[in-house]
């Protein structure tokens, strides 16, 4: 018989924490057992209306616990929450926080008790909001010290500062850029076939690069399309070139603004030798998703080369290869991503939100939802059913799909659904689940190391964070959330 971490806690008098653990998985007879038990084994009890979601609450001491559960005879764990390989097998773990010098990281944040969340306990580190019988309400806040916050971000900062940009270099590849000479209808097949969502721009008399052209353009294309009062036909998109319509772009703009002035953009990017520092705040504080690395052999810029289109991604994928075996050296990786001020969430009752999380149903029109991508800022919307579960993500770079097939030529953005537009992709769901290459999701409890793994994976450019079981949005994590935190902007 082990001796376990309850009864330790209690003759040394430490202070024990109520932690309510879920099995959302079905069952006739579910049992826990863990390091807090001595490994013996606690019946769980079914929650009311829900025969196949098991709960239990154990007073747990601060501090590192493993644990397992027995469904029907059978040894399991929860592949949701953390697990590592011990000498009984494969184990799911928690980890308490302590309570010396730790301050709130995020207080506002509430952490579900009802029967839709796998576990209400952190993923890998701290205390949570613990709902018993009786209705009385445990609030041990996520913390985390300041000191730990700023050695993260010290250390991230270092490593970001120390690296360049040639580093995200792929080991063989292809970039592709557009000439500005180029039919807009050409350029966007070229970008849907290409299965890219922006291309730089090539201008060849000024024999240097000028811009790009990106999903957002074709979505302004298409409003100017659907606009009565455009001057811009289906007949011109043929022949209007690139170069054409980033004039028409820069009015169009000076003209939303209020400016009057047209004052073109300039050309961002970053040179091989841009530390990986200089290039992700080039994209964060201009808000484009990629920046191209260019390399100017001569001292007076000709003949420039295109080399990658750096991203977000790519350098978090470096962060996240370079500390893999070294986590524990970065301690605001064990927070969960519910306690700290990163990305958007919906709001609680009465509680006020700066920034209002986006989604809609799949009958609304896709001109809405194009107008929302521009007027929200936002790169992707969250589909959902009636009960606010997810079914899907539309998202800027699903505008080329358009493309194929002329497909742009005879829709209708306010009669058509965001349903119907979603399947014009190249591969429409037709299921909604975990795995789905589209609704890429994480949960509340999900630590920050396991969101930045899962962000730093080809493709992935957010996650949509979703109460287990229900899968109800609870809120959406961006790359550049990622970012701002982890830089402290």
């Not at 747990?60 to 009984?88: A, C, M």
């Not at 047209?262 to 961002?268: G, M, S, T």
């Not at 040179?271 to 001569?298: C, F, R």
């Not at 009960?387 to 030529?409: E, F, G, H, P, Q």
Request: charged fraction near 20%; charge should be negative.
């Amino acid at each position: 018989m082990y001796p376990s971490d309850m009864d330790f806690a209690r003759e040394s008098g430490m202070m024990l924490i109520p932690t309510r653990f879920v099995w959302p998985y079905g069952g006739r007879n579910v049992l826990i057992s863990g390091s807090f038990t001595g490994w013996t084994q606690w019946p769980m009890t079914p929650v009311e209306g829900c025969p196949t979601v098991f709960q239990t609450i154990c007073s747990l001491p601060p501090g590192y616990h493993q644990y397992k559960f027995v469904v029907d005879g059978e040894w399991r764990h929860d592949e949701h929450q953390p697990f590592v390989s011990s000498n009984i097998g494969t184990v799911n773990t928690i980890l308490l926080a302590r309570e010396a010098n730790y301050i709130p990281a995020m207080p506002s944040a509430q952490i579900p008790s009802g029967p839709g969340s796998n576990m209400d306990v952190d993923n890998e580190a701290f205390h949570r909001v613990v709902q018993v019988s009786d209705g009385t309400s445990y609030e041990p806040f996520s913390r985390i010290s300041e000191a730990d916050l700023e050695i993260s971000r010290h250390r991230i900062a270092s490593f970001l500062s120390m690296h360049m940009a040639y580093e995200l270099l792929p080991e063989s590849g292809k970039v592709i850029a557009l000439d500005v000479d180029l039919p807009v209808k050409q350029a966007f097949h070229i970008l849907h076939e290409q299965g890219i969502s922006m291309a730089p721009l090539w201008d060849f008399l000024k024999g240097k690069f000028v811009g790009v052209l990106s999903a957002l353009d074709f979505i302004l294309i298409m409003r100017e399309l659907g606009n009565h009062g455009s001057n811009m036909t289906e007949e011109e998109l043929d022949t209007h070139t690139i170069s054409a319509w980033k004039e028409a772009k820069t009015y169009l703009n000076s003209q939303i603004n209020g400016h009057g002035s047209a004052v073109p953009r300039l050309f961002l990017h970053a040179g091989p030798n841009n530390n990986l520092k200089e290039v992700a705040l080039k994209i964060l504080q201009n808000g484009v998703s990629t920046v191209p690395i260019i390399h100017s052999p001569s001292e007076d810029a000709s003949n420039p080369q295109l080399l990658h289109l750096a991203s977000l991604s790519g350098i978090l994928k470096c962060i996240c290869r370079y500390f893999r075996h070294s986590s524990s050296s970065l301690p605001v990786l064990q927070l969960p991503i519910c306690a700290i001020p990163v990305g958007t969430w919906v709001p609680k009752i009465g509680e006020p939100n700066q920034q209002t999380l986006t989604m809609l149903r799949p009958n609304a029109s896709l001109s809405v939802a194009l107008n929302l991508l521009i007027q929200a800022q936002v790169s992707s919307i969250p589909i959902v059913d009636d009960n606010d579960s997810l079914l899907d993500v539309y998202s800027r770079s699903d505008i080329t799909s358009l493309a194929k097939d002329k497909i742009y030529a005879h829709i209708n953005l306010e009669e058509t659904t965001i349903h119907q537009a979603l399947q014009y992709r190249d591969d429409p769901l037709t299921t909604y689940d975990y795995g789905n290459q589209r609704c890429h999701m994480c949960l509340r409890f999900d630590s920050l190391h396991k969101v930045m793994d899962r962000l730093s994976k080809p493709g992935v450019r957010r996650l949509v964070i979703v109460e287990a079981g229900s899968k109800r949005v609870e809120g959406i994590i961006s790359l550049s959330d990622i970012f701002r935190f982890l830089l402290g902007i």
